[in-house]
């Protein structure tokens, strides 16, 4: 078998033809820019994330930036971030002027709260979550940790939407969630794409006005402000895909059911939490586990014709010594020398994920 990490093209080709009479609908319209297909979408994410404001924005790092820049943070103020995430997540809150305060990641990836107190000074502001993989971070533990030192808490859910932790949607637990919707993402547009969301309506009003020339509801302008829109066209289309995006969440999950069933008696893997209940209900953006001999296994899978990924190239944030850190890391080091992920996506068979498997199994055998 021949099995892509992620088949790009099969997300317009598998529904061609809606999407073409999308196309044609929209621009016969000539509704390209803040028109009623967005208002429609950025209503529907409202309703299925339940908040009260969210914002189509063009990609998911602008979607930091202007909500870091709503909450005032800038020259000066720290914010503290795991090092096991992308390096947008970092740059949103360098290109804002504050610093960046890296801590660690846990056994299962996610940010370290047991890693987060001690690296709070006078000069922090806020702690950044990073919601990976479609797994909500425990966010329990970071808000009792924000309110006992007064901090914001401002979420990326980049690779959060539809995940869930105590029935409360990524993203709406802190001041402000954002969201990518770049292709591979959980609900992907074609070509980048973001959102925002807040349940404050004075942070709302901010964000409003941060993402059109800082333009108000008449046309005035009262603010600087930036250009990132969503526009029109993606916003059609991603409206059209949330309609049958619980259909996507429930297929996500039996492939993680597949890999937990078929690879859970090896025990030279670690493997991502089950989806079954608890707190947390994930949706599997991608299916990331820790192996012993990863790189041979990595070598291995592709010469059987199947395609992994080390996350974010194999980097974590702190690794990047050109852009000034020397933070020691030791857990998430160790985490990134085993880490690999196994395809993940809606156009994946049964079958080939059964093969996957089988691949694992003959390779530690």
């Given at each position: 078998?021949?099995?892509?990490?992620f088949?790009?093209?099969?997300?317009?080709?598998?529904?061609?033809?809606?999407?073409?009479?999308?196309?044609?609908?929209?621009?016969?319209?000539?509704?390209?820019?803040?028109?009623?297909?967005?208002?429609?979408?950025?209503?529907?994410?409202?309703?299925?994330?339940?908040?009260?404001?969210?914002?189509?924005?063009?990609?998911g790092?602008?979607?930091?930036?202007?909500?870091?820049?709503a909450?005032?943070?800038?020259?000066?103020?720290?914010?503290?971030?795991?090092?096991?995430?992308?390096?947008?997540?970092?740059?949103s809150?360098?290109?804002?002027?504050?610093?960046?305060?890296?801590?660690?990641?846990?056994?299962d990836?996610?940010m370290?709260?047991?890693?987060?107190?001690?690296?709070?000074?006078?000069?922090?502001?806020?702690?950044?979550?990073?919601?990976?993989?479609?797994?909500?971070c425990?966010?329990?533990?970071?808000?009792?940790?924000?309110?006992k030192?007064?901090?914001?808490?401002?979420?990326?859910?980049?690779?959060g939407?539809?995940?869930?932790?105590?029935?409360?949607?990524?993203?709406?637990?802190?001041?402000?969630?954002?969201?990518?919707?770049?292709?591979?993402?959980?609900?992907?547009?074609?070509?980048?794409?973001?959102?925002?969301?807040?349940?404050?309506?004075?942070?709302?009003?901010?964000?409003?006005?941060?993402?059109?020339h800082?333009?108000?509801?008449?046309?005035?302008?009262?603010?600087?402000?930036?250009?990132?829109?969503?526009?029109?066209?993606?916003?059609?289309?991603?409206?059209?895909?949330?309609?049958?995006?619980?259909?996507?969440?429930?297929r996500?999950?039996?492939?993680a059911?597949?890999?937990?069933?078929?690879?859970?008696?090896?025990?030279?893997?670690?493997?991502p939490?089950?989806?079954?209940?608890?707190?947390?209900?994930?949706?599997?953006?991608?299916?990331?586990?820790?192996?012993?001999?990863?790189?041979?296994?990595?070598?291995?899978?592709?010469?059987k014709?199947?395609?992994?990924?080390?996350?974010?190239?194999?980097?974590?944030?702190?690794?990047?010594?050109?852009?000034g850190?020397d933070?020691?890391?030791?857990?998430?080091?160790?985490?990134?020398?085993?880490?690999?992920?196994?395809?993940?996506?809606?156009?994946?068979?049964?079958?080939?994920?059964?093969?996957?498997?089988?691949?694992?199994?003959?390779?530690?055998?």
């Amino acid at each position: 078998m021949k099995i892509p990490f992620f088949p790009y093209s099969e997300l317009y080709l598998n529904n061609k033809d809606e999407y073409l009479k999308i196309f044609d609908d929209v621009c016969s319209r000539g509704a390209y820019i803040l028109q009623k297909d967005l208002e429609d979408f950025e209503v529907a994410c409202q309703k299925f994330l339940n908040v009260k404001h969210a914002f189509g924005l063009a990609n998911g790092t602008d979607a930091l930036i202007i909500g870091l820049k709503a909450m005032g943070i800038g020259e000066g103020d720290e914010v503290i971030v795991p090092s096991h995430t992308y390096i947008a997540s970092a740059a949103s809150i360098h290109l804002v002027g504050a610093k960046v305060v890296l801590c660690e990641c846990g056994n299962d990836g996610m940010m370290d709260v047991d890693d987060i107190e001690h690296r709070i000074t006078e000069s922090t502001k806020a702690i950044m979550p990073v919601h990976i993989n479609g797994r909500v971070c425990n966010m329990d533990r970071i808000n009792m940790i924000a309110n006992k030192h007064n901090l914001l808490v401002v979420e990326d859910a980049a690779q959060g939407f539809g995940a869930k932790y105590k029935g409360i949607s990524a993203g709406a637990f802190g001041s402000f969630g954002t969201i990518s919707f770049y292709p591979a993402k959980l609900l992907g547009c074609f070509g980048d794409g973001g959102l925002i969301m807040t349940n404050d309506s004075e942070v709302a009003e901010k964000i409003s006005l941060l993402r059109d020339h800082g333009r108000n509801a008449n046309g005035d302008v009262v603010a600087w402000g930036l250009n990132s829109r969503l526009d029109n066209l993606q916003a059609a289309i991603l409206h059209h895909k949330l309609k049958t995006y619980d259909m996507d969440i429930k297929r996500r999950r039996e492939i993680a059911l597949m890999y937990e069933e078929g690879l859970a008696a090896l025990n030279q893997l670690s493997l991502p939490v089950s989806p079954g209940n608890g707190d947390n209900f994930d949706v599997y953006q991608n299916y990331e586990l820790r192996a012993k001999s990863r790189d041979e296994l990595k070598k291995f899978l592709l010469d059987k014709g199947i395609s992994t990924i080390i996350q974010w190239a194999g980097t974590p944030v702190h690794q990047f010594k050109e852009l000034g850190f020397d933070d020691v890391l030791v857990k998430t080091d160790a985490f990134f020398n085993e880490c690999l992920m196994l395809p993940m996506n809606m156009g994946i068979t049964d079958d080939q994920v059964r093969y996957i498997i089988d691949q694992i199994h003959e390779f530690y055998r």
